[in-house]
């Protein structure tokens, strides 16, 4: 896509959300996008291949900037993922009321639902192979996992800006995905083949013991033991063996984040 390209279908897409807001999806015709956004119908059908497609000309734009981004030499390839996010949620929490029409929209109708998991999946798809061909050495496991959380982090704060459930700035975007990569042990570390969660990093060494292991104490999650944490301090994570491995970390997670 071209630079040129890329405003005339984001501005098309705006005109196109803001009809599907008054009149709504199925009643709004692709005639009448065509002259609200000044244009001809067969231009419509040049640059998207349908009424589904104009609601995501956004994402298609994101992902080729978040591509290019990625393309470019990074010193530490998780945070470059995580900025990549940051990228696509700045997009949106720029568009102010539009946001939360294309929000409207697309949780309206199952068509546009299973067409949004397709273009989440290609940012997933995206940040697992920047990850793979940046850590040759990684294990794909990781990776997916790592691309996975970071999309799922973002998307959850993004619905809930969207959505108008609470205000989300990019700063708290931010500090919850550093979260993530704190979670996965690569916050501050130099880029190289992930070992583990860094709670869990070195488990038998850092197991706790005796009758107190695993209580809870102030400012503690479930399974979570040490002192107040303060900025540089280790968090010793217990769980039983039989624990699902998304509890573990939901609840490290959390304590991290407080």
């Not at 199925?26 to 040049?46: C, E, N």
């Not at 990228?87 to 102010?96: D, R, T, Y």
């Not at 799922?152 to 975007?173: D, K």
């Amino acid at each position: 896509m071209s630079g040129h390209q890329a405003p005339f279908q984001l501005a098309v897409a705006r005109a196109a959300l803001e009809l599907f807001a008054v009149h709504g999806f199925d009643a709004t015709s692709v005639d009448q996008i065509a002259a609200a956004a000044g244009i001809s119908r067969s231009t419509f059908f040049r640059q998207f291949g349908s009424k589904e497609d104009v609601v995501f000309a956004d994402h298609a734009v994101l992902l080729e900037q978040a591509r290019q981004l990625l393309a470019r030499p990074h010193k530490d390839p998780w945070l470059a993922v995580c900025q990549a996010a940051e990228l696509v949620f700045s997009h949106f929490a720029g568009e102010g009321e539009l946001a939360g029409r294309r929000y409207a929209v697309v949780n309206a109708h199952p068509a546009l639902r299973d067409k949004e998991l397709v273009t989440v999946f290609r940012y997933e798809k995206l940040f697992d192979a920047h990850l793979r061909a940046a850590l040759p050495e990684l294990d794909p496991l990781d990776s997916v996992r790592f691309a996975a959380t970071v999309i799922a982090t973002h998307n959850y704060l993004l619905r809930e800006f969207m959505r108008g459930a609470r205000p989300v700035s990019r700063a708290q975007m931010r500090d919850a995905l550093d979260a993530v990569r704190r979670l996965f042990g690569v916050l501050d570390s130099p880029a190289g083949p992930l070992s583990g969660p860094a709670p869990a990093r070195d488990h038998d060494a850092t197991r706790a013991t005796g009758p107190d292991a695993g209580t809870r104490g102030p400012g503690h999650a479930p399974g979570v033991t040490g002192a107040p944490r303060a900025a540089d301090d280790v968090v010793v994570a217990v769980f039983s063996r039989a624990t699902p491995a998304a509890e573990i970390l939901a609840t490290v997670q959390r304590t991290l984040e407080r």
